[in-house]
């Protein structure tokens, strides 16, 4: 698939299967989202793989409560480490850069 097609056809998913996500998929995913380039290299991401329901319910309430988030059978949540980025670049490090 193209760049432009992967981009043009996105979509949300809002429903999902009542099929599970093996382990092995996760690791994949998450091995391919820790190559994404970070400023400096510093890799200020941090990935939190939710598969318990009460934690994907708070999940959803910290969502803004967007239940179908609950729904999933997988959540994976990335965080920024703000402090990491912060340290190598400052208050653009914290604010900008490791959201980016």
């Known amino acids: 698939m193209e760049l432009s097609e992967a981009i043009t056809k996105r979509r949300s998913i809002r429903t999902f299967k009542l099929q599970d996500v093996t382990?092995?998929?996760v690791e994949k995913l998450i091995d391919a989202a820790r190559h994404a380039p970070s400023a400096g290299n510093v890799q200020p991401l941090e990935f939190i793989i939710a598969r318990?329901?009460?934690?994907k319910k708070k999940l959803a309430r910290a969502t803004f409560n967007q239940a179908f988030v609950e729904d999933a059978p997988v959540a994976i949540v990335v965080c920024a480490d703000e402090n990491r980025s912060s340290m190598s670049y400052g208050r653009c490090g914290e604010t900008l850069?490791?959201?980016q």
């Open 23 to 25: 382990y092995e998929t």
């Open 52 to 55: 318990n329901l009460e934690t």
């Open 97 to 99: 850069y490791c959201i």
